[in-house]
T-cell receptor
Framework: QQQVKQSPQSLIVQKGGISIINCAYENTAFDYFPWYQQFPGKGPALLIA?????SEKKEGRFTISFNKSAKQFSLHIMDSQPGDSATYFCAASHNYGQNFVFGPGTRLSVLP | DAGITQSPRHKVTETGTPVTLRCHQTENHRYMYWYRQDPGHGLRLIHYSYGVKDTDKGEVSDGYSVSRSKTEDFLLTLESATSSQTSVYFCAILAGEGNEQFFGPGTRLTVL
């Protein structure tokens, strides 16, 4: 019940296209859903996060869509750029400071 | 990088030897975490600390111990390293008003 499922495992998108990564969870106690971006040889970096009281959050080209009833959330990258090529992780947590669970990651490649 | 450093950045050791990894932060954050990252598994929590001398186990704590004698330092020890502990280890801190984790640059550990 602590698991977070993530798909697809890998994704190839043309420059200018939309990249979509999906995550699903089971534990309804989760109340914080971040996305991380990781470049090779670097630590994950917080990209954007959402709480279940809103259905969408947008920051620049990055948008999180959240469906509480379906227990799913997704990351949309609009106008994808080669510089967005990285591994993306979704995560979920509940209780401040505790209970962090990460998805297995999606490797995104944006072709020029 | 939220003022987080990890040392060493790379280490090769032999099975059965003890190994200690260090995480150092400069901003007095209360929560600190140790994760391991392996292909297909995302990030898995090993141990975390919620204050000096206050620690708790994570999902994959077997074979690992931690210590936190000062706010700024969180040590991860492999008492007797095994090849299954070959991984990339990330330290993280909790910052901000939400459940926002920030990661260090990682330590690549190889156990031969």
């Amino acid at each position: 019940q602590q698991q977070v499922k993530q798909s697809p495992q890998s994704l190839i998108v043309q420059k200018g296209g939309i990249s979509i990564i999906n995550c699903a969870y089971e534990n309804t106690a989760f109340d914080y859903f971040p996305w991380y971006q990781q470049f090779p040889g670097k630590g994950p970096a917080l990209l954007i996060a959402i709480r279940p009281d809103v259905s969408e959050k947008k920051e620049g080209r990055f948008t999180i869509s959240f469906n509480k009833s379906a227990k799913q959330f997704s990351l949309h990258i609009m106008d994808s750029q080669p510089g967005d090529s990285a591994t993306y992780f979704c995560a979920a947590s509940h209780n401040y400071g505790q209970n962090f669970v990460f998805g297995p990651g999606t490797r995104l490649s944006v072709l020029p | 990088d939220a003022g987080i450093t990890q040392s060493p950045r790379h280490k090769v050791t032999e099975t059965g030897t003890p190994v200690t990894l260090r995480c150092h932060q400069t901003e007095n954050h209360r929560y600190m975490y140790w994760y391991r990252q392996d292909p297909g598994h995302g990030l898995r929590l090993i141990h975390y600390s919620y204050g000096v001398k206050d620690t708790d186990k994570g999902e994959v704590s077997d074979g690992y111990s931690v210590s936190r004698s000062k706010t700024e330092d969180f040590l991860l020890t492999l008492e007797s390293a095994t090849s299954s502990q070959t991984s990339v280890y990330f330290c993280a801190i909790l910052a901000g008003e939400g459940n926002e984790q920030f990661f260090g640059p990682g330590t690549r550990l190889t156990v031969l």
